[in-house]
């Protein structure tokens, strides 16, 4: 889980903004929505990031996507560019900063970054396992990398990787490419879950491979099933079949005149079988099937958050959505959030969202809503929370944020035309 991210020179980020996770003193719905990471820490499991259009707010979880992207992919020539290095516009040429402390289960990691459009420049990753603060591995400016004395490295692997640490990917993603002597290292643990619990924007939006994938996992099908018709959308059932459709890629035309097969045995070869996702439906006149997209969109957009909701539900992992309610009905997505929160254990879940309708649910804490308002001034994105503001507690976040407390939302002007001629 995040306990605090930091950004500077990104996208529309220009100087450095912070995001904390960590929960305020608000005692609303405390064992519902926070987790007590170790005593006395207690993280948010839902932040919810609000904005006007064009104010930073994808941004801002594009700026988390990359810091881990960063640190578990790597390059394999020295020639490539560094990943995901865009400056703000005014600070092109100048390194992009991030900074990041989560939670492993109870161990806590430090990690900071500087790099430009060729370079790592350098980064250093700390974590605390019980009282003191270790050191991971650290690169200086001098390329230099250093690891700590406790990630029960030896001195062969540690060489290893060093030697195949290029200047455009971080020290952690080299051990995607290695093979170390070392099992079961500090270093391998930490690769591993942010491979596999943090997940990113683009994660599960295919739905024919998260139908394929509930082919060989009966919970996962299991769990979407259940979902879909809880939802009430008469779903009882979803399978994948075998269609063949045109392939315009084949040279029908030239097989016709060719005189060498029938129409027939032409039309035939000019065929590609495809998957499709077939959804069974149930009703009072009998059972009927449609492909997935013959349903509707918000159907479609609700079978990919179900795969999502599997995850963060069944095992603890980071999720960042943009537009959670993408096509979806409020209601539907307030009860995948709720659903989320009353059976989700040490998972986290940070989204963007329009909805306003939102914030006058009861749950919403003020800390779990970060606001994001790019600067009239200097046209960066600034990022700040509801609790920053000592409002009254008993006012309204929804009405707060409504008439313009929180900034944050979009200033429109008169909506009269001139229609009048000169």
Excluded at 91 to 105: A, C, D, L, N, W
Excluded at 297 to 303: D, I, S
Excluded at 333 to 343: G, W
Aim: charge should be negative.
């Amino acid at each position: 889980m995040i306990q605090e991210f930091y950004v500077e020179n990104f996208m529309s980020f220009g100087d450095r903004q912070y995001v904390s996770f960590e929960a305020t003193s608000d005692k609303t719905y405390l064992d519902e929505l926070t987790v007590e990471v170790k005593p006395g820490v207690r993280l948010l499991k839902t932040a919810i990031v609000y904005g006007a259009n064009a104010s930073g707010k994808s941004n801002l979880l594009i700026a988390i996507e990359t810091l881990w992207h960063l640190l578990i992919t790597p390059r394999d020539v020295k020639s490539k560019s560094v990943a995901q290095y865009k400056p703000f516009a005014l600070r092109k040429g100048e390194p992009t900063m991030m900074g990041i402390s989560f939670y492993m289960g109870e161990v806590k990691y430090m990690y900071e970054i500087s790099y430009n459009e060729t370079s790592i420049l350098s980064e250093k990753l700390e974590y605390i396992n019980g009282i003191r603060k270790a050191l991971f591995y650290e690169r200086t400016d001098d390329k230099k990398i250093t690891f700590g004395s406790t990630l029960g490295l030896s001195k062969n692997s540690a060489k290893i990787i060093i030697s195949n640490s290029l200047n455009n990917h971080t020290v952690l993603s080299t051990f995607s490419k290695v093979i170390i002597e070392d099992e079961n290292t500090e270093f391998e643990k930490l690769f591993l879950w942010i491979d596999k619990q943090v997940h990113g924007l683009n994660e599960h939006t295919k739905s024919i491979t998260i139908a394929l994938e509930s082919d060989i996992n009966v919970d996962l099908k299991t769990f979407i099933v259940e979902a879909l018709r809880v939802s009430d959308f008469n779903i009882t059932d979803f399978k994948i079949v075998d269609e063949f459709e045109d392939d315009i890629s084949l040279p029908n035309d030239l097989l016709l005149n060719s005189n060498m097969v029938s129409e027939e045995k032409a039309n035939y070869l000019y065929k590609k079988r495809v998957k499709k996702i077939q959804l069974t439906h149930s009703s009072t006149k009998g059972d009927f099937s449609l492909k997935l997209e013959e349903e509707s969109l918000g159907t479609v957009e609700y079978f990919k958050l179900s795969r999502k909701m599997y995850d963060l539900i069944r095992f603890d992992c980071i999720y960042l959505i943009d537009e959670l309610e993408d096509s979806i009905h409020y209601d539907l997505m307030l009860n995948e959030l709720v659903r989320f929160i009353r059976n989700g254990k040490r998972s986290q879940l940070i989204f963007s969202t329009h909805n306003q309708q939102l914030l006058s649910e009861d749950f919403i804490r003020r800390d779990m809503v970060k606001l994001v308002e790019k600067s009239h001034e200097t046209a960066e994105s600034q990022v700040y929370s509801a609790s920053d503001f000592k409002l009254h507690k008993k006012l309204s976040l929804f009405n707060a944020y409504k008439i313009g407390k929180f900034g944050a939302k979009p200033e429109l002007g008169s909506t009269l035309i001139d229609n009048s001629v000169n």
